[in-house]
């Protein structure tokens, strides 16, 4: 429910923020303290929360985000649209922008992130930040009349752009040599270049011998209001991303590795930019698009004052226990905005997704109504092992554990299945343990690698054969 404007409120907990963290926050309030009295506060009229809720694994699920507008939320929390100000953790209450005051007993902070733009971006409106709906809008009204296009970055966001956009030349520059290296290793990114050379060029070539491999790890020496909630999953599958050029045209990004903007230069009456790229080696180049679309990640939004200082981490989020308490007495926060501050189990790690948003919004719901009755909580499971879903290049991607090796150092092996244009399947083994694993283009080993990872299986014995495809390790591990 909807509330009309009033210059001071009360309520026993207060939720900031209407992105994923935060209204699974107030939802799990709703459900562990279904009389208690709620308030979401949010700087959009549109929210978004998890709909179709579908498990992978055991304890991984796939979801989708639906965007509704806070008058079509239910009567289990209120809501009020204004920006947050200040907090006055002394006195249990805060200020709004438009100078409402909102006293509460427990508060929770799920501020989001805002895009993390390139240097000498400024208020240039030929250089986007890609963060939320009405940035996509944006996008939108570009694309138009665009025939080129700069994409910045090489995580998610950037990667689906890079694949989805139709109708016009993208030149994507990403500072490491191989694409999509946020979520992916340089064998997982040639699958997908491989299929996407294909896709265009609509080989119908049948599928090639399975090969499977095992190698140790080497590791190398204009803008919207961007404090808007985040784009969810398969966002891209409810905009028309199509340029000016000739219709129903994909075609492939031309890629520059290991490159940067060394410097962005507008042409006359905005009708384009010229841009400098610096590459790895020191050589420049010189290009001409209609605009810049930079995707490099976010930072947390921490866009107001307090009464006392809050405890930021070096990558300025809020500093969290396993409970998402915050140094403050009653003050909570979850999502992009914090960061886990507690000795993380042996196969989770944090990452700023989705995924992440909704898991600590919901704990975070959880302790503040156990708080509010004296109880003991205890911290969710999904904390003891980090998984993601996703998609990537139109293939389904499932990450678990330590999927690329994080803080393994040097000391593990990673074997390989790859079958062209089908699937590329990574396990990560330290002392013949399964650490973590890359599933993509089948998810049907999720369960399984599951148990595998937090059983600690020995699978030295079956070496190799862990991965031969004429061996049904579901059935064998069951």
């Known amino acids: 429910m909807r509330l009309s404007p009033r210059m001071s409120r009360e ?67 209120e809501t009020l649209v204004d920006q947050l100000e200040h907090i006055s953790s002394s006195e249990h209450c805060i200020r709004t922008k438009a100078g409402v005051k909102v006293k509460y007993r427990y508060l929770c902070l799920c501020t989001g992130g805002t895009p993390k733009l390139f240097c000498g971006q400024g208020a240039d409106p030929l250089i986007i930040g890609i963060r939320d709906t009405d940035s996509v809008l944006q996008l939108q009204r570009k694309l138009r009349t665009a025939k080129d296009i700069m994409i910045l970055g090489n995580g998610g ?46 080989d119908s070539s049948p599928v090639t011998a399975i090969k499977r491999m095992r190698y140790s790890a080497v590791l190398p020496k204009e ?10 999953p398969d966002w891209h599958r409810t905009f028309d991303l199509s340029g000016s050029g000739e219709r129903e045209v994909k075609r492939l990004p031309k890629i520059y590795y290991k490159s940067r903007i060394h410097s962005v230069q507008d042409l006359d009456d905005h009708a384009g930019v010229i841009v400098k790229l610096e590459h790895e080696d020191g050589s420049f180049e010189q290009l001409t698009c209609d605009f810049i679309v930079s995707a490099t990640g976010v930072l947390p939004n921490t866009h107001y004052t307090c009464d006392s200082p809050l405890q930021f981490s070096s990558d300025g989020g809020i500093c969290v226990d396993e409970m998402m308490r915050t140094n403050l007495v009653d003050v909570f926060a979850a999502g992009d905005v914090c960061t886990a501050n507690w000795p993380a189990a042996m196969h989770w790690f944090q990452m700023r997704l989705w995924t992440q948003a909704r898991q600590m919004g919901s704990m975070a719901g959880r302790s503040m109504a156990a708080a509010s009755e004296v109880e003991c909580v205890y911290q969710d499971f999904c904390f003891e092992l980090f998984g993601h879903v996703t998609t990537l290049f139109g293939y389904p991607v499932v990450l678990l ?31 013949g343990r399964l650490r973590g694993a890359m599933l993509i283009g089948n998810n049907d080993l999720a369960e399984t690698c599951e148990n595998l990872i937090l059983n600690g299986i020995d699978l030295e014995p079956y070496g190799d054969d862990i991965l031969n495809p004429d061996i049904d390790i579901e059935d064998y591990f069951d």
């Open 401 to 431: 554990g330590r999927f690329n090796g994080q803080g393994l150092g040097r000391d593990y092996e990673i074997l390989v299945r790859c079958t062209r244009n089908k699937e590329y399947i990574k396990f990560v083994l330290q002392n």
């Open 157 to 202: 966001i950037a990667s689906e752009l890079a694949y989805e956009l139709k109708n016009i030349n993208v030149h994507w520059v990403v500072k490491d040599a191989h694409i999509s290296a946020t979520f992916v290793d340089p064998g997982a990114a040639e699958f997908f270049h491989i299929a996407m050379n294909e896709l265009k060029e609509q």
């Open 11 to 77: 309520c026993e907990f207060l939720v900031i923020g209407g992105g994923i963290a935060g209204v699974s926050c107030a939802e799990s309030l709703a459900i562990c303290r279904p009389n208690a009295s709620i308030l979401l506060l949010t700087e959009s009229s549109i929210v978004k929360s998890v709909t179709n809720l579908v498990p992978v694994a055991r304890y991984l699920h796939k979801f989708d985000v639906r965007e509704q507008d806070v008058s079509e939320m239910g009567a289990s929390f």
């Open 223 to 232: 803008q919207t209001n961007n404090h808007a909630a985040a784009l969810g």
